[in-house]
């Protein structure tokens, strides 16, 4: 039997090489297997170092990350970059820290309005793993790119720490992630991945922080366990986001190209918004939303994937509530179940709404607000997706 590497050099095998300039920091490859919308934050901090903290779906070689500079207003420089696995908290596993290059260089600039991926690492990163990047700007200013509702601790500190395994420079812990909005790798051939397309349910909030117990967590989780070739999950899901109109984040219309069809190895979309659309008495009716739909659909289509639409969930009891947006949801959900329009759906209207007042979420499902399910309610909608239908020929 052959001898397994320590956990501890699991992650970029020790060999010290870089990859070729070639692979640099141009267009995408491989399978996404973790990234989060970003959107405007505050502005940056010169000389500050951030450890950010992300829980990995699918395994595989070549790890990249993508560095979003989308809502910066000047190019940003990165003059260290790190990826390796987390030990705890701010700690990192000893000998897996290793230096993310771009065209095989050290030091990359990142244009206001873009994005920019690294060079593939070499070594295995095994599914489901506590993947720590770690980033430095010299020149940080102006808007900094990132998201904000993490539902996960990261640290901060000042001073270029990146290449530290300790804990101990890390005095600044954060709930966002900064710079950083997508991880990809070379996974089996014929491996894709599903990105879901969503709000602050899909973001987690009401969730657990720290266990990842977001729905698309539990839904990675049970794609590991079965036979299917969809492994990667992606989660662009924003809090307060909405399908029509700016806000919160770009709306869904407006990001779908960076957050979603831009990733690679997506197979299918997931699409579960509408709920703020409907509660922001904007005057938004069930006909606006479903054209809405449909230009994802259709877009998502042009570029040869598939779509899951998700009916909107029950929010009776949240302040914004009315009989009105009621109605609004029902009507539009009465178009995902049976217009045809997508590929499949997943009904996670019934599988949270209470059978006693279907306007309202089923109690036991409830995170507290009557419109965020808590864990038992994010499993409860993982559970519900059809995994076969996340692997479709949008053609057929």
């Known amino acids: 039997m052959r001898a397994k590497l320590p956990l501890a050099a699991v992650l970029l095998s020790l060999v010290a090489c870089q990859s070729a300039p070639a692979e640099a920091s141009g267009g995408p490859s491989g399978v996404v297997t973790w990234a989060a919308s970003a959107d405007r934050m505050g502005d940056g901090v010169a000389g500050r170092s951030y450890r950010l903290v992300v829980h990995t779906s699918v395994g595989g070689t070549g790890v990249r990350v993508r560095l979003s500079n989308a809502f910066g207003d000047q190019p940003i420089t990165f003059d260290s970059a790190y990826a390796g696995l987390q030990k705890q908290g701010a700690e990192l596993r000893p000998g897996t820290n290793r230096r993310l290059a771009f065209g ?105 922080s720290d266990l990842n117990r977001r729905w698309p967590d539990y839904l990675a989780r049970r794609l590991r366990k079965t036979d299917t070739a969809v492994k990667g999950v992606a989660n662009e899901g924003i809090s307060g986001n909405k399908v029509l109109a700016d806000g919160a984040g770009q709306s869904a219309l407006n990001r779908l190209e960076r957050d979603v069809l ?106 507290g607000d009557h419109i965020h399910p808590n864990d038992k309610g994010m499993q409860a909608m993982a559970d519900a997706v059809d995994l076969t239908a996340l692997d479709c020929d949008p053609t057929g």
């Open 104 to 208: 095989g260089e050290r030091t990359v600039t990142v244009p206001a309005g873009a994005t920019m991926w690294s060079d593939p690492l070499p070594g295995k990163l095994p599914p489901a793993s506590h993947l720590v990047v770690s980033l430095h700007s010299p020149d940080a200013a102006g808007p900094a790119s990132g998201h904000w509702m993490a539902m996960q601790t990261s640290y901060a500190t000042q001073g270029d720490h990146t290449a530290d395994e300790s804990d101990t420079p890390w005095t600044i812990p954060t709930g966002s992630w900064f710079y950083l909005d997508a991880v990809s790798v070379h996974a089996p051939k014929g491996t894709g991945a599903v990105v879901a397309l969503g709000d602050s349910i899909t973001d987690g909030w009401q969730s657990t």
């Open 262 to 367: 831009s990733q690679p190895g997506v197979r299918t979309v997931f699409l579960f918004q509408g709920v703020n659309d409907i509660k922001a008495h904007t005057g938004v009716t069930a006909d606006d939303l479903i054209e809405g739909y449909r230009e994802i659909v259709d877009r998502a289509h042009a570029s040869g994937k598939c779509v899951v639409g998700a009916t909107v969930g029950p929010f009776k009891g949240w302040h914004e509530w009315d009989e009105a947006g009621e109605a609004v949801r029902q009507e539009v959900n009465s178009f995902i179940r049976g217009s045809g329009e997508f590929d499949a759906v997943t009904d996670f209207d019934r599988i949270l709404r209470s059978p006693y007042d279907p306007a309202r979420m089923l109690p036991a499902l409830d995170g």
